[in-house]
């Protein structure tokens, strides 16, 4: 699997970071998604999942 | 014809749920026309799907009428566009990239939670050493989270019944104009001041790394812009979560074997609070206008028409969980709506999580005989205000 985020329009409400730690980080200036791992392993699915489900900007995308 | 009523909680139908009325309309999908309180018109979303396209779409459904100009006469749709909870794209995202580090960084979250635990240790104890009943919502619930937001902010003591009197006049439906300028205004009075000594004077509260964190940006935050989020964040920041903790606690109480859940196991209260928050959360809807011609769920709107959307009514869409209308402290959270969704999703939802979890392991922890001391139906509810609830819960334990 592959992630991308959009940057620009995140809105730092930190929710990917609750939900998949391991994937993704808050920068520490502006609280702007950070990708960690942008092929991530498989046993990290279901979280990237949840975490585009609670992403409320909507600036996660899984492509399988 | 005249429109039927956008429907609304009511204390003598069902303290926990939406409106009967949602559940068809959400099954079919159906986006009808109502009439709001304000007397506004409005198209009616009422399934998850629908609710989430709406809030997901800040280009199709401007938030600039005001979150809540359905419900509130003090702040009509046409009323000039003064804050950034009425703002779209990038000069919206601008104030949120200010208020992120402050309030939803996981790093800056974790410095938090001792002082919220601090806050609710200090409160059951007042608690545990009162006559019974004890008020919950005035003594506990309401007093805990004016003393989180105003120690973030650092709001002194002696300024913080400022808060109770601006989140009083804004939530309250009948509120006109002119009071909520004259409720506002010493508050705003109070935070214009602080903004000036916090420039020279900067201490480790979010008012004075706001400034700081801005000062180098392209476009540092003016003192208006700075007393209108820190403004923004004390009167969104309390009444709303204490109402959560309150109503949520009645309700948990009142469903057998959902205390118990807790009681037994006190972390159960991470994903306690989140399923609260999607059980009850916004039962009186969110308003967008349309600022295209569209369509939802088939339905189409024109540029310029409202939109509310149901927010309870979709989080109980069996779209979201199979068993949505049943309340389960144990339940993985979910991409439920009850923090709003899209770019005005609520900046301080991970702050509102802190203090719902650490009340509630709190209390299961230290006060597992925790019980309503009066029969549900002698409770009065808030039927005035768009933050619902009890007005007060009289609680007892042994
Ligand atoms: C359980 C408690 C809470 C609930 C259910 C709640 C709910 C919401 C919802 C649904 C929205 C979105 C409104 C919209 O889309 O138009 C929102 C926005 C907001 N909330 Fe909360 N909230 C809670 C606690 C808090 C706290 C603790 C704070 C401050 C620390 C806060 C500050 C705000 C602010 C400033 C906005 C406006 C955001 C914007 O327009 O960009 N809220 N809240
Ligand atoms: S959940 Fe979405 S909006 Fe929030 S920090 Fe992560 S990417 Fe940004």
């Known amino acids: 699997m592959k992630v991308t985020v959009d940057r620009d329009l995140c809105i730092g409400a930190g929710n990917c970071a609750l939900t998949a730690p391991a994937v993704f980080d808050q ?38 | 014809m005249s429109l039927p009523a956008l429907p609304l909680p009511s204390e003598d139908v069902q303290p926990f749920d939406p409106p009967p009325e949602y ?34 779409d800040g280009r199709r459904f401007s938030a600039r009428p005001g979150q809540a100009s359905h419900m509130l006469a003090s702040y009509g749709p046409d009323a000039p566009v003064d804050n950034f909870t009425r703002w779209d794209g990038p000069e919206h995202i601008r104030i949120r990239r200010n208020f992120a580090p402050q309030v939803t960084h996981a790093r800056r979250l974790a410095e938090l939670w001792p002082l919220v635990e601090r806050i609710t240790d200090e409160a059951i ?23 989180v937001i105003a120690e973030l902010i650092g709001v002194p003591p002696a300024e913080r019944h400022l808060l109770g009197q601006a989140a ?36 480790d509260d979010v008012l004075s790394r706001m400034i700081e964190h801005s000062a180098d940006s392209d476009r540092p935050l003016t003192d208006g812009e700075l007393t209108e989020m820190n403004a923004a964040l004390l009167v969104a920041g309390f009444d709303t979560t204490a109402s959560m903790i309150t109503h949520g606690l009645v309700t948990l109480l009142n469903k057998p074997g959902e205390w118990e859940k807790l009681v037994a196991d006190p972390d159960v209260a991470t994903s306690a609070a989140d399923e609260l928050v999607r059980y009850l959360g916004v039962g009186t809807g969110l308003l967008r206008q349309a600022t295209e011609d569209t369509e939802i769920n088939g339905q189409k709107i024109k540029t310029g028409e409202y939109v509310v959307v149901a927010v309870q009514s979709g989080n109980r869409d069996p779209a979201l969980h199979a068993d949505a209308d049943a309340l389960d402290v144990a339940r993985k959270p979910g991409p439920h709506l009850g923090f709003g ?21 709190a209390l299961a922890t230290r ?24 007005v007060e819960l009289p609680v007892a334990w042994s």
């Open chain 1, 27 to 64: 920068d520490v200036e502006e609280a702007v998604v950070i990708l960690l791992d942008e092929s991530p392993p498989e046993s990290e699915l279901v979280a990237v999942r949840q975490a585009v489900d609670r992403c409320p900007a909507a600036v996660i995308q899984l492509h399988p």
């Open chain 2, 23 to 56: 559940a068809d309309l959400r099954s079919s999908g159906e986006v009808i026309r109502v009439a709001c309180p304000t007397g506004l018109d409005a198209w009616l979303v009422s399934d998850y799907a629908g609710v989430r396209e709406v809030l997901g």
């Open chain 2, 125 to 147: 104890t007042a608690m545990l050493a009162s006559p019974q009943p004890y008020p919950l919502h005035s003594r506990f619930s309401t007093s805990i989270t004016t003393s």
């Open chain 2, 168 to 203: 009083g006049a804004l939530f309250t439906t009948s509120t006109t104009p002119q009071e909520l300028r004259e409720a506002l205004t010493p508050l705003y009075t109070y935070l214009y001041q602080a903004v000036a000594t916090r420039r020279v004077q900067p201490g």
């Open chain 2, 341 to 361: 969704h899209g770019a005005h999703a609520c900046v301080g939802q991970q702050i509102a999580r802190m203090e719902l979890t650490t009340v509630l392991r």
């Open chain 2, 367 to 390: 006060v597992p005989t925790l019980r309503v001391a009066v029969p549900l139906d002698s409770l009065r509810w808030k039927t005035d205000s768009v933050v619902r609830g009890p």
